[in-house]
């Protein structure tokens, strides 16, 4: 994704394209006024690497609709918390109910038939099949395979995230922010309700981010939820309905970005404390 075409393209998506993410969003059971109850809800989530506690008790829900930030310094948990949610890591402890049933320890490829799945923060595209192919791959995984509207299903979704000139590119040829859009391209083929955002503004520039940015806020539109790892505040500011702040594997604070500047004790875990004189 060039920044002259991030910046001449606007972050709204054509009919045919909005057509795709609502019948995501059908899929998903719609958006966020549908139910009142959780999408997804994790409680007291552990994880340990021999001694060191890595999540020690997270907790937290994610509405239909939502995109929820997942924030925090280096070490905080963040990754290894949408790692064990994804099923990449068992959990050594606590509950992840998705939509209202037990899913802890399931595996990776049962639970994107349930409707979660997520981006990396390095995307691992099959680099010598197209980029349709890897979008087409991907389809086959999903809730519902391919079906006699795939095609027109992967060539909207390569329109809605910019990659349709590229469609017929080797993956490998790619820029490292054409990767990342082809990643969520994947992950959004198999047509999730629960969609986990690693670090997906990292390495793009100001026109790209505002441009993904766009795109994620329509697919929480359509009722997708979203649970968003992300060091860049501006982009978190963008995108975000709410955010937890992690520090050491634990909860340390829940509400707007906003709200979380003005708390000493998020202050303090990603500036350090002041000096004492």
């Given at each position: 994704m060039s920044s002259d075409a991030a910046a001449s393209k606007p972050t709204t998506v054509g009919?045919?394209?909005?057509?795709?993410?609502?019948?995501?969003?059908?899929?998903?059971?719609?958006?966020?006024?549908?139910s009142?109850?959780?999408l997804l809800r994790v409680q007291g989530l552990a994880k340990h690497f021999g001694a060191f506690r890595a999540l020690d008790g997270v907790s937290f829900d994610v509405m239909p609709g939502e995109?929820?930030?997942?924030?925090?310094?280096?070490?905080?948990?963040?990754?290894?918390?949408i790692n064990v949610i994804t099923g990449l890591y068992r959990p050594d402890g606590g509950s992840i109910l998705y939509q209202g049933r037990?899913?802890?320890?399931?595996?990776?490829?049962r639970l994107v038939h349930q409707g979660i799945n997520r981006s990396f923060q390095i995307p691992k595209p099959f680099k010598t099949l197209t980029v349709r192919q890897n979008v087409e791959v991907a389809r086959t995984y999903g809730q519902h395979?391919?079906?006699?509207?795939?095609?027109?299903?992967?060539?909207?979704?390569l329109r809605f995230l910019d990659l349709e000139p590229h469609a017929d590119r080797?993956?490998?040829?790619?820029?490292?922010?054409?990767?990342?859009?082809?990643?969520?391209?994947?992950?959004?083929?198999?047509?999730?309700?629960?969609?986990?955002?690693?670090?997906?503004?990292?390495?793009?520039?100001?026109?790209?981010?505002?441009?993904?940015?766009?795109r994620l806020r329509?697919?929480?539109?359509?009722?997708?939820?979203?649970?968003?790892?992300?060091?860049?505040?501006?982009?978190?500011?963008?995108?975000?309905?709410?955010?937890i702040v992690l520090s050491a594997g634990k909860n340390l604070f829940e509400g707007?970005?906003?709200?979380?500047?003005?708390?000493?004790?998020?202050?303090?875990?990603?500036l350090g404390a002041p000096d004492e004189h």
């Open positions: 009919d045919a394209t909005s057509a795709a993410v609502a019948a995501s969003a059908a899929t998903a059971g719609g958006g966020r006024a549908a009142a109850a959780p995109v929820l930030g997942l924030v925090g310094p280096n070490g905080s948990g963040k990754t290894t918390c037990p899913v802890g320890g399931m595996a990776a490829h395979g391919g079906g006699a509207n795939a095609d027109t299903g992967i060539g909207e979704l080797y993956a490998g040829e790619l820029t490292s922010a054409q990767q990342k859009m082809l990643d969520l391209a994947r992950a959004l083929a198999t047509r999730p309700k629960l969609l986990c955002v690693d670090e997906l503004g990292a390495g793009l520039n100001p026109a790209e981010l505002d441009l993904v940015a766009g329509e697919l929480a539109r359509s009722g997708i939820a979203l649970l968003v790892v992300e060091h860049l505040m501006d982009f978190v500011d963008q995108v975000t309905d709410r955010l707007t970005l906003s709200q979380a500047v003005q708390d000493p004790r998020v202050v303090e875990v990603f």
